[in-house]
């Protein structure tokens, strides 16, 4: 499983991001991974964006499991509720990224 999340916009516009692979991990970190991905319950889960808000960060997390890619987009005022403690792991692991 791969999961990539970016963190994007706000007032600055500056981009933050990771990718965990979890064959780099080990076996007690892949298992809390795992269950959080399960918990999440991302797979089943639409685009949350409000399309009012202006300059919130759009937060975008690609799950890659068994050969499927699940994306999902929201923002600062629709982070999905099953989805916050994913999303808490993935702010920690992210590092500035380079502007494309």
């Keep these: 499983m791969k999961i990539r999340f970016t963190q994007s916009g706000g007032y600055a516009g500056l981009i933050r991001g ?19 991905a399960d918990k999440s319950k991302i797979r089943g889960m ?13 937060y975008e997390i690609e799950v890659e499991m068994d050969k ?25 692991e992210a590092k500035p990224q380079p502007l494309k």
Aim: one cysteine or more; proline letters at 5%.
């Design 68 to 92: 499927e890619i699940k994306r999902i987009t929201f923002d600062d005022m629709t982070i999905p509720d099953d989805l916050k403690n994913l999303f808490e792991l993935l702010k920690r």
């Design 46 to 58: 639409k685009d949350y964006r409000n399309p009012r808000a202006r300059d919130l960060r759009i």
């Design 18 to 36: 990771c990718e965990i692979d979890t064959e780099s991990l080990s076996p007690e970190e892949l298992k809390a991974l795992e269950s959080l």
